[in-house]
């Protein structure tokens, strides 16, 4: 990584931020949520432009619906979300390699 001159360059911004009950109990209660997030990424190679892309990645995770999506909860969540949408990024942008 290199703050100036890279070959490589990403920008982007996240464009979705959701939490939606997933499963039901019969108290018509939410027995699991999903917090689901997209990052919108544009992808540029000063080396090569044909592999320059602008797409959107998203991922999500469950959790238990008596839990609230803060702390550790929510921190387990953004750790899982953003590992996953970290791999699918550089792997869109590197796969070619």
Known sequence: MTDTGGDLHF???ITQYRIVPIAATADQTAAQNRLTIAVRVRFYNRLN????FEQ?????????????LTGGVLDNAYDEIFERITQDIFNAAVAKW
């Open 11 to 13: 920008e982007g911004e």
């Open 49 to 52: 432009e044909e592999d320059d």
């Open 56 to 68: 959107t990645f998203s991922f999500y995770s469950d959790y238990d619906g008596s839990l609230q």
